[in-house]
C-alpha cells in the first residue's frame, strides 16, 4: 500500500486534470457534492452512488460495555452512526486490483 490518503485538495486536481474546470471551480463542485451528500445523510437519508456503493445512518441502542483495562462495567449511550455499504462491482474491482498486484509481486 502506498500509505497515502486521498483528500479534498486531491478530489479537486483530478476534477481540475481531467475535466478542466479552473481549480477553484473545481474545488467548489468537490465541496457542493460532499456537503450535499453529509445533508443526505443528516436528513436520515441514505446515499447511493452507483457503482460505488451507499452511505446510512444506524442508530445503536445504549448497552453495557466493559473497560478493558480495570474490567468495570459501564453504560454506552445511544447513539447514531455512519455506516457504508461498497457495492458488488467496488468489491469486485478491488478484488481484481489486489490479485492484478499478487501477480506482478510473483513475476
Avoid: H
Avoid at 468537490?30 to 445533508?39: C, G, H, K, M, P
Avoid at 460495555?65 to 474491482?93: C, D, H, W, Y
Wanted: proline share 5%; net charge positive.
Amino acid at each position: 500500500m502506498s500509505g497515502k490518503t486521498l483528500t479534498r485538495a486531491d478530489l479537486a486536481e483530478a476534477v481540475f486534470q481531467k475535466v478542466g474546470l479552473p481549480r477553484n471551480e473545481s474545488a467548489e463542485i468537490v465541496e457542493l457534492v460532499l456537503r450535499e451528500i453529509v445533508s443526505s445523510l443528516e436528513r436520515g437519508e441514505p446515499v447511493k452512488l452507483s457503482s460505488f456503493g451507499s452511505f446510512g445512518i444506524r442508530d445503536k441502542g445504549q448497552r453495557i460495555g466493559r473497560n478493558p483495562k480495570t474490567g468495570q462495567e459501564v453504560p454506552i449511550t445511544p447513539r447514531r452512526v455512519l455506516v457504508f455499504r461498497a457495492s458488488n462491482i467496488m468489491k469486485q474491482r478491488i478484488n481484481d486490483a489486489l490479485s492484478r498486484r499478487k501477480v506482478a509481486e510473483y513475476s
